[in-house]
């Protein structure tokens, strides 16, 4: 089960049902690190 993030739109109200290898194939993840991240924030200015 999936949240849509734009609200409750649809015929099943912003929730969608996909199976675990759909998003397996069909989604990136991306891992950094915590002071990598703060570090970058730093340096754009946020």
Known sequence: MVKNLWGKT?????IWYMSMAYIALNTTYIFLNKAAVKD???KLGF
């Open 10 to 14: 649809g015929d099943y109200q912003g």
């Open 40 to 42: 970058i924030c730093k």
